[in-house]
């Protein structure tokens, strides 16, 4: 089975510039995880979907961060505008539903100079 | 609150010695699972070990074990004879009932040849 697709897979962009993150989960997992991780940090849940609605975006700064999950199929994160803290690595994450067999992407390794 | 805490930052052994990674979580759930990742430099999360609340029977996947004792809420990992390849960043991480992992700091292991 094809495992949990991310790109870009480096990205790096001035400050106040805009940026977009793609996933592709696994077939048929309805649940789609968007964590962020800081360098030296574990990962930390931005954004939770179950299918194309959003079960937890608590710890997702709405200022600039959006999320959306069209189809309940491909997912994709936006930051605008970048500040140099959201410099980490973008997981995607896939399950089948809240059961507790997640898949990890290679994340996006994000650098805003 | 739920919690995982990985008191141990950096880690560094030589080529087959043994190691333990240490991990004390926090949940007031009754019933709860616990998983252990590796994050190679490469940066994906590799899925090591998931355990239910119920079993506290240690277990043996090859030369890993895991340590799994409620009532010290801990539930440690060890090495056996570690190798080079070994060398990587090691995550304990509980869920959330919502799916949410709660990951803690992370341990890196550096095993010299």
């Known amino acids: 089975e094809a495992g949990v697709a991310q790109s870009p897979r480096y990205k790096i962009i001035e400050k106040r510039q805009s940026v977009a993150f793609w996933c592709n989960p696994i077939?048929?997992?309805?649940?789609l995880y968007w964590y962020q991780q800081i360098l030296g940090q574990g990962p930390k849940l931005l954004i939770q979907?179950?299918?194309?609605?959003?079960?937890?975006d608590s710890q997702l700064p709405k200022d600039r961060f959006s999320a959306e999950r069209l189809k309940g199929v491909d997912s994709t994160l936006k930051i605008q505008p970048a500040k140099l803290e959201d410099s980490a690595v973008y997981l995607c994450a896939s399950s089948p539903d809240r059961a507790y067999g997640y898949t990890f992407g290679s994340g996006t390794r994000l650098t805003v100079v | 609150a739920q919690k995982v805490t990985q008191a141990q930052t950096e880690i560094s052994v030589v080529e087959k010695e043994d190691v333990t990674l240490d991990c004390v979580y926090e949940?007031?759930?009754?019933?709860?699972?616990l998983f252990w990742y590796k994050q190679p430099p490469s940066g994906e999360l590799v899925f090591l070990i998931r355990r239910n609340s119920f079993d506290e029977q240690n277990e043996i996947s090859g030369r890993y074990s895991w340590n799994f004792q409620k009532s010290t809420s801990s539930f440690n990992f060890t090495i056996t004879a570690s190798q080079v390849v070994d060398s990587a960043v090691y995550f304990c991480a509980l869920p959330r009932n919502t799916g949410k992992l709660i990951f803690g700091q992370g341990t890196t292991l550096q095993v010299k040849p």
């Open positions: 979907f179950q299918n194309n609605g959003v079960v937890d």
């Open positions: 949940t007031r759930d009754t019933t709860y699972y």
């Open positions: 077939s048929g997992h309805a649940t």
